[in-house]
């Protein structure tokens, strides 16, 4: 606010960290706005703008201002170097930015606040007066900037899991020693061992660090390499279809709306302002969600009911509305599992050497026909070839003998869900457990045994 009732005419841009924070800071400002003695200040509206944010919301960024108005986009790192915001005269630098890092001990990635480099803190300060003279105010000492701030930001290769660009480097067969290999930004030595530790238990090396033939299969498959892995353990446990749908699934960054994923269907929207919420069959279709929550089923069978539920509806936008779902994740999704079943199959007979059989193949191909018939179908206003009505949304489970939803999830059994847990659980290198229904217990690696309770 001391910058829009003391500083000439200009939009402002904030850097603040992620989602949660930019619909607080939105709410506060919207408040302070509100609040100002009349004729303090012009006018001022607060825009959000993040990666997830619906591109009909993020345009609202770039178009200019009534006459008069003053705009204060409150925005993530995206705005950093990814865009470029015209009638941007004002920065608030926070000096700090959420960073993706993963830690080996506990085998986990984890999404903290840290603070940003002199070449970061540099990149804000040009955010601003890029088409006349402007300012940047910066929340933290000139004492913190020379002394104590970062030079650079740590490369990416020195705080991600290693997995993958270590099973690279082994298919490779050059025979390459990891831990002594010329890495141009050289990652800590425990990350190393961390990730061939990993990859022996996921049966993608030998105990002389060579690679398998799993090891080399999971190489050619564009995931990470414990999906990779879980995808060619599905063929033996029959559930390669929902096997490649859920890997899709968890490629995709971006799968709801902000403040619309699962675990945020009791307090829905947000600074967004999304217009998904407010119909019947919107309410009716998180309704089945809460079920589905309910049951304890978990994140991947979840996933997998949305899947088959937006496929069953014919790729349908109303579907991903309805469900607080991204159109963009859901597609991207879409794509990713249509490169799998490439490059699994190419020819048509690769999907049995990978992991799956002909009968998955069939009913998958099946599936993507129906797909354009059914968008011609959607759009034309006229009747759909699955059957069911164009605004009726497909039931994502069936109710149970208790009036519950029961395990059955689309076209997949309760036995492919139980497989699929099975198929998951291969190849985590730590033993951890999860529970499930009727005392089952679920190992690390892949077994299945009664809780004694």
């Given at each position: 606010m001391q910058i829009h009732t003391s500083q000439p005419e200009g939009d402002i841009l904030v850097f603040l960290t992620?989602?949660?924070?930019?619909?607080?800071?939105?709410?506060?400002?919207?408040?302070?706005?509100?609040?100002?003695?009349?004729?303090s200040a012009g006018p001022l509206v607060a825009l959000p703008l993040y990666a997830s944010l619906p591109p009909e919301l993020q345009v609202r960024v770039f178009r200019p201002a009534p006459e008069g108005v003053r705009r204060c986009i409150?925005?993530?790192?995206?705005?950093?170097?990814?865009?470029?915001?015209?009638?941007?005269?004002?920065?608030?630098?926070t000096g700090v930015v959420?960073?993706?890092?993963?830690?080996?001990?506990?085998?986990?990635?984890?999404?903290?606040?840290?603070?940003?480099?002199?070449?970061?803190?540099?990149?804000?300060?040009?955010?601003?007066?890029?088409?006349?003279?402007?300012?940047?105010f910066r929340l933290y000492t000139r004492n913190y900037y020379d002394h104590k701030m970062p030079n650079v930001t740590a490369p990416e290769i020195q705080r991600t899991s290693l997995v993958g660009a270590v099973l690279y480097l082994?298919?490779?067969?050059?025979?390459?020693?990891?831990l002594s290999f010329d890495f141009l930004d050289p990652p800590a030595t425990a990350a190393l061992e961390d990730a061939l530790r990993q990859l022996?238990?996921?049966?993608?090396?030998?105990?002389?660090?060579?690679?398998?033939?799993?090891?080399?299969?999971?190489?050619g498959l564009p995931l990470d390499p414990a999906l990779a892995r879980a995808l060619l353990a599905a063929r033996e446990l029959g559930c390669f279809t929902e096997m490649i749908s859920v890997a899709a699934m968890l490629s995709s960054e971006h799968l709801f709306l902000a403040g619309q994923a699962p675990g945020d269907i009791t307090n829905?929207?947000?600074?967004?302002?999304?217009?998904?919420?407010?119909?019947?069959?919107?309410?009716?279709?998180?309704?089945?969600?809460?079920?589905?929550?309910?049951?304890?089923?978990?994140?991947?069978?979840?996933?997998?009911?949305?899947?088959?539920?937006?496929?069953?509806?014919?790729?349908?936008?109303?579907?991903?509305?309805?469900?607080?779902?991204?159109?963009?994740?859901?597609?991207?999704?879409?794509?990713?599992?249509?490169?799998?079943?490439?490059?699994?199959?190419?020819?048509?007979?690769?999907?049995?050497?990978?992991?799956?059989?002909?009968?998955?193949?069939?009913?998958?191909?099946?599936?993507?026909?129906?797909?354009?018939?059914g968008?011609?179908?959607?759009?034309?206003?006229?009747?759909?070839?699955?059957?069911?009505?164009?605004?009726?949304?497909?039931?994502?489970?069936?109710?149970?003998?208790g009036g519950g939803a029961s395990a059955s999830c689309g076209r997949a059994s309760a036995a492919q869900v139980d497989a699929l847990r099975r198929a998951l659980t291969i190849g985590f290198a730590n033993?951890?457990?999860?529970?499930?229904?009727?005392?089952?217990?679920?190992?690390?690696?892949?077994?299945?045994?009664?809780?004694?309770?």
């Open positions: 992620g989602q949660a924070e930019i619909d607080k800071a939105i709410g506060k400002i919207n408040e302070a706005v509100a609040s100002l003695p009349a004729g409150v925005a993530t790192n995206v705005a950093e170097t990814s865009i470029t915001v015209e009638g941007v005269v004002y920065v608030v630098d959420k960073q993706k890092s993963y830690q080996p001990s506990s085998g986990m990635d984890s999404l903290d606040v840290v603070a940003i480099s002199r070449v970061q803190a540099t990149q804000r300060a040009g955010r601003a007066g890029r088409t006349r003279p402007g300012k940047c082994k298919s490779l067969q050059l025979d390459i020693d990891v022996l238990v996921l049966d993608a090396i030998d105990a002389d660090g060579n690679v398998t033939p799993m090891g080399q299969r999971m190489a829905p929207g947000g600074s967004g302002g999304h217009r998904s919420l407010d119909n019947p069959h919107a309410r009716a279709s998180r309704e089945q969600l809460r079920a589905l929550m309910a049951e304890g089923l978990g994140d991947h069978v979840l996933l997998l009911r949305l899947w088959e539920g937006w496929e069953a509806a014919g790729y349908s936008k109303d579907f991903a509305r309805d469900h607080g779902m991204d159109l963009r994740g859901l597609n991207f999704a879409r794509d990713i599992r249509r490169q799998l079943e490439a490059v699994v199959s190419p020819d048509g007979s690769g999907l049995d050497k990978l992991g799956g059989n002909r009968d998955d193949r069939k009913r998958s191909r099946q599936d993507t026909d129906k797909e354009g018939e968008h011609q179908a959607a759009r034309a206003g006229g009747p759909d070839p699955s059957g069911r009505g164009r605004h009726k949304p497909p039931q994502l489970s069936e109710a149970g003998p033993k951890w457990v999860s529970m499930g229904g009727a005392g089952m217990v679920y190992h690390a690696q892949g077994t299945l045994c009664r809780h004694p309770l």
